[in-house]
């Protein structure tokens, strides 16, 4: 029987995701602005991260926007509405990298999806961070109430930002404006969702449920889920958000023969299962009613 720690390659994999991420967010205006200016001899900062695009630093943008769109195509949730915020944020950030604002003058009919496509991406994860984000147990930890409130406030800050460039646009001939005012805004934006995604990969205020490092050995387990490995990685965070410690077993006996088994099951202390059943409860719910539909 091959037994898995709390926490396997592939939890801290899918982490580490989030937190690439949230730093593609908050690095890449800084890169962007010091590549054009020392890479490739820039005279000034360009008024806006869109412009870059007709810079030497073109496949940084594009590539740092087709990342972050592959991540939110892969990305799952609770439940279909993480997964489907998620895929419709990933197909408008594909609009910002592959239809190109115009370098100068008046926008024509491919720079139009470019902005229609920005604006959407970057409200769309906004709502993510404030209303999925926050989502979770009826009784959340402390470290969970600290998240939410990260989550809502780079959120609500997103939301700002944006409306700040919409008026900047509407009634300061924006659009023709030299001022730098939309970068800086821009910057602001990618600063919050990069932070919330930082957070939500496990940086900032994670959970540190009690450590028995014997738990593999210890005889009061309890199987309380059997699924896919994906799906069951999935409960064993939410768990663990709650400060509940789970182990992944391989019951099949498929990992001495170097197969992957079709299902894995969760286990936990029968000492936390009084406090878990409501999650998991919750969760099967969900799970099933998505293969439903």
């Known amino acids: 029987m091959e037994i898995k720690s709390d926490h396997t390659d592939k939890v ?42 007709h810079t030497g630093m073109r496949d940084v943008f594009v590539g740092a926007i087709c990342a972050i769109a592959l991540f939110l195509f892969f990305y799952r949730g609770y439940d279909r509405w993480d997964n489907r915020a998620a895929d419709l944020a990933g197909l408008c950030a594909l609009g910002v990298a592959f239809f190109p604002t115009v ?29 999925l984000f926050t989502r979770g147990e009826k009784h959340p930890t402390e470290m969970k109430k600290k998240r939410n409130l990260i989550y809502r406030a780079c959120g609500i800050v997103m ?93 099949s006996g498929l990992g001495y023969l170097g197969a992957v088994p079709q299902v894995m099951d969760l286990y936990i202390l029968e000492e936390d299962l009084e406090k878990a059943t409501p999650l998991i409860n919750e969760f099967k719910e969900k799970h099933n009613s998505e293969k439903d539909s």
């Open 12 to 53: 801290y994999s899918y982490l580490a995701l989030r937190k690439a991420v949230g730093w593609i967010g908050i690095l890449l205006p800084i890169v962007l602005v010091l590549g054009h200016l020392i890479i490739f001899d820039g005279e000034s900062v360009l008024t806006n991260m869109s412009v870059y695009y």
């Open 103 to 131: 370098e100068e003058g008046s926008w024509d009919w491919v720079a139009w999806i470019h902005f229609t496509s920005a604006a959407c991406f970057l409200v769309i994860l906004a709502l993510i961070s404030i209303f």
């Open 159 to 251: 939301l700002a930002a944006l409306a700040s460039i919409e008026v900047f646009f509407l009634f300061f001939d924006g659009v023709n404006s030299d001022s730098r005012f939309v970068l800086i805004a821009e910057t602001i934006t990618l600063m919050a969702f990069g932070i919330s995604w930082l957070t939500k990969g496990g940086t900032l205020y994670p959970d540190k449920p009690i450590k028995k490092n014997d738990m593999e050995n210890d005889e009061k387990l309890i199987r309380v889920f059997v699924a896919p490995e994906p799906t069951v990685m999935l409960l064993l965070e939410m768990l663990e958000e709650t400060g509940i410690k789970g182990l992944i077993k391989n019951d």
